[in-house]
């Protein structure tokens, strides 16, 4: 069965200031993987997403991922934080062969200050 | 179109009593999940609905908890003889099956037990 470690549970970063948000993950084979954001009060909305090709991701709000199998990551990334970023982040895992639910982290609650 | 919807956003209940948890998926999408969020504790997987196949109950976490989902749509999670541990936010997803298809989140469902 596939798992999800997001090591931070916490991250505070200034406004405009870079952002690396990590993932590791345990799966058996090359895995789907999903990066999720839920601002305060919101529901769950889909930052990108490595299905196969291009290691590196390009998501929404200018939020990119890089798969990197030797290491067994899908770091998050974004070069220049806005406040409105402040919210919790998600990783998650899925299995190609479609028939296990998708496995998420504890999630990694980012802040932004001025 | 219409998201995921979920009915009611938040309910109070007393410890003992039984919960019924409404979730109506995105329109077409034959596979649905429930997650339960807990503080500090990420997204919990609880069951899995996956078309016509039988549902995955592994994350169901004591024999309280059980799920129904009628005629391929809507999905009612029920929590019978409810404990405190059961406070949470009960989140529902819905996707295509295909496995790399993305989740569709609704609100959720704050159940609090006093």
């Known amino acids: 069965a596939q798992s999800v470690t997001q090591p931070d549970i916490h991250i505070t970063v200034s406004e405009g200031a870079s952002l690396e948000l990590r993932c590791n993950y345990s799966y058996g084979a090359t895995p789907y993987l999903f990066w999720y954001v839920q601002s305060p009060g919101q529901g769950l909305q889909l930052l990108l997403k490595?299905?196969?090709?291009?290691?590196l991701v390009q998501g929404i709000k200018g939020f990119e991922a890089e798969f990197k199998r030797s290491q067994s990551s899908f770091n998050l990334r974004k070069p220049s934080v806005h406040w409105s970023d402040a919210a919790e982040y998600f990783c998650?895992?899925?299995?190609?062969?479609?028939?296990?639910?998708?496995?998420f982290g504890k999630g990694t609650r980012l802040s932004v200050i001025a | 179109g219409a998201g995921v919807s979920q009915s009611p956003s938040n309910k109070v209940t007393e410890k003992g009593k039984d919960v019924e948890l409404r979730c109506d998926p995105i329109?077409?999408?034959?596979?649905l999940y429930w997650y339960r969020q807990s503080l500090g504790q990420g997204l919990e997987f609880l069951i899995y609905f996956q078309g016509n196949s039988a549902p995955d109950k592994s994350g169901l976490p004591s024999d309280r908890f059980s799920a129904e989902r009628t005629g391929g749509s809507v999905s009612t999670l029920t929590i019978q003889r409810t404990q405190q541990e059961d406070s949470a936010v009960y989140l529902c997803a819905s996707s295509l099956l295909s496995p790399n298809s993305p989740l569709h989140f609704g609100n959720g469902t704050r159940l609090t037990v006093t």
């Open positions: 329109s077409g999408h034959t596979a």
């Open positions: 490595y299905f196969s090709g291009d290691t």
């Open positions: 998650a895992v899925g299995a190609r062969s479609g028939n296990t639910p998708l496995v």
